[in-house]
């Protein structure tokens, strides 16, 4: 498996755009995302827990329902949650894609993301329509990564070359993240495609295993959105004998999506609102997988330790704080933990109590913008990894007035 | 029942003191605490929830697993958590309590707060003994109250007067908050006295009960702490019959507990580390009690929300996210939302939608230093309130370099 160039529109067939439609009142921010697929496509989809529900999440899961899909439109700068006229909005948002694609409206997923609780109208939507199907493109990942951002500081998007059954196959992903994430199934938006074929059961089994370990193992703030979900369209241009039971080739797509999915959480934390650092935080030795995966979450959870690592302070009693209220079945005298970067690692507790180390190393070490913190609870087989970042005073500016 | 001053002093028999014995470098911060008793007390605690415990939590435990006690030692800005001395230094500050005013080292209550994972020196602390006994007091709960603050920025005490079985009787506490604190049963540390007579199995009861609706409801970060608790010492001076099962002595004396506690959580909540705002939220109408108090906390830790607060904007569709993931049972389109301050009464969502309101009006209302979400889920018969404070670039500042 190679990482490639290419985003959303590295697999064949696929084809993307983003403009500026005026939903948002900055001129140079695009606020409107298409991405077409020349042939229908199977398709599966995770969706946010929280019962507050965008309206685009319902519309799309009865798109859905049928396991096929052929477009994604996504708008930025509005939620469309909360609304009265909240579904009659997305249901218009696919008929305009039915009207100036020919793609049938059912077979559009609809997302919006923004602000909660705010009227979203159709018309600069409606007006934009003509630009944005002109504007599609094999080249036009970038511009519906951007499309989607919110107080995303950066375009998300990755693709992977792949083999299934002897064919090259190709799969790539665009992302927004930012703030009100928190692990609990699909916690933003995440569109992928691929040209491989794959049933939609197996399609909808691989997507909802792997996001247990990474989409659902990334938190900013710890608040699960109403609107965040992921999706996948699988066209099958690669023409690989369809996937329809586990085996090698299963695997195969298997691994490419992880590597999708990892790759963008990784992207989301490090960008998360107002973050300097990415942390990811690596347990090993727990008894049973829940206990690694709870104790990873609440390190990455814990806005003392966010705060600490913002502060390059190597304040690890706050990790053992974090795995001490987590729930996890651990031995807290077993724990180890050290932080890691560039610059080397420091470990800083061994069973469960403070060990002698350099200030000053420890310092140089996480200053860097990617931080591991290292923690071992013991000698069982299971390990889990959660990706954050720190909290920081623009997380406190960001959010203050998100509004205006 | 009255409020009246003397904070833990106000009961009869209790005396006070609190001393600068050189634990913290700036030595116009006390950072040792003593409160005794004239004669031997009923006790009752609740403690931290958290795997790893601080080493006075276990030494405390033992002190009063015979349910008495007459005396509390408290040190700041070391936790004595995790260190592998812990419970011999522990034990030792009791034992320093023995020798210097003759209370038995079992009947003492030993607290820390501060860092976690440095060792505490006895060093100090024995040197300051002498000091502290000297300066007991009928008047030291303010000296007390100072001397186990720890990032806290003002004293936090209270003391009521109330009537069981015809007899006058005072119970008063003092508290230390700011950061590290979120609802999982005695989240801070809080001492309380009472010169009411009472069985240790009813002063359990009522603590016990009391805490579910007053601390366990307290959240400052979500970060539920290693080392705290609420104790509270009644030494029965006040000469009413025991009380010894329910009855209106009982709830006499849960109704001053109650008073205590709630105004400790509302001091505790406004000086939040960085805090600059007193959230409570309020729900009601909800079906079960959980739910109640499952919507309230979620409000009350949103992040997202507590940063909107700071900045006095009324986005409200945060808290219904809050809500919405909370894991409470509600309908999400029964909802109704309003903010409310000193300054008015604002509604700004009915049924699970937004309603026009004036963004004048509602940061008029989000400047003022106490906020109250009002939220309705329903027509249930259950309510509950919560208490939290606005997320601050402050509170990041403090926690990016907590231990310099």
Redesign the interface.
């Known amino acids: 498996m190679e990482i490639i160039q290419g985003g959303v529109c590295a697999a064949k067939g696929f084809q993307a755009s983003g403009v500026h439609c005026g939903i948002r009142h900055n001129r140079i921010k695009k606020d409107l995302a298409l991405i077409v697929s020349q042939v229908p496509a199977t398709a599966a989809a995770v969706y946010t ?5 965008g309206a685009p999440l319902t519309v799309t899961k009865k798109h859905l329902a049928n396991g096929k899909a052929q477009a994604v439109i996504c708008n930025s700068g509005n ?1 469309n ?4 006229d909240g579904t009659q909005i997305a249901e218009q948002m696919s008929e305009l894609v039915e009207k100036s694609t020919g793609i049938a409206a059912e077979d559009v997923v609809v997302a919006s993301t923004g ?5 979203l109208s159709i018309d600069p939507i409606a007006a934009g329509m003509e630009a944005l199907v002109a504007g599609l493109s094999h080249n036009g990942s970038q511009m519906a990564a951007e499309a989607i951002m919110t107080t995303d500081t950066t375009i998300k998007e990755v693709a992977v070359e792949f083999t299934v059954g002897g064919k090259t196959c190709r799969m790539g992903g665009i992302a927004k993240g930012s ?2 994430i ?1 692990p ?1 199934m699909a916690t933003m938006l995440v569109f992928i495609t691929t040209d491989a074929a794959i049933s939609a059961p197996m399609l909808q089994k691989a997507l909802s295993s792997d996001i247990a370990a990474t989409f659902n193992m990334l938190s900013i ?6 609107n965040d979900m992921v999706t996948v369209l699988a066209n099958g241009m690669a023409e690989n004998p369809e996937i329809t039971s586990e085996g090698a080739d299963f695997d195969a797509f298997m691994k490419a999506l992880n590597t999708v999915n990892v790759t963008l959480c990784r992207m989301i934390a490090g960008d998360g609102e107002g973050a300097t650092k990415l942390l990811e935080c690596k347990v090993t030795g727990a008894d049973t997988l829940e206990a690694a995966k709870k104790s990873a979450k609440s390190v990455i ?4 330790l966010k ?2 690592m ?2 390059a ?1 190597a ?4 990790v ?6 987590s729930g996890a079945d ?1 031995d ?1 005298n077993k724990i180890d933990v050290a932080f890691q970067s560039a610059k080397g690692i420091v470990p800083v ?1 061994k069973n ?3 060990i002698p180390f350099s200030e000053e190393k420890a310092k140089e070490v996480l200053l860097e913008a990617e931080i591991e913190i290292l923690v071992s609870v013991g000698d069982g087989p299971y390990s889990a990894c959660a990706w954050g970042c720190d ?3 623009d ?10």
Chains 1, 2 share one sequence.
Do not use: E
């Open positions: 827990t929280n019962l507050v529900k939620a949650t909360c609304n009265a602000v909660i609780g705010q009227p703030g009100m928190h609990n703030d710890g608040d699960t959105s109403t959870c814990s806005s003392l705060a600490a913002f502060g302070d304040n690890w009693g706050r053992l704080c974090a795995i001490g209220y651990v807290v507790c469960g109590a403070g909290l920081t005073y997380y406190v500016k960001i959010n203050g007035d998100y509004r205006t």
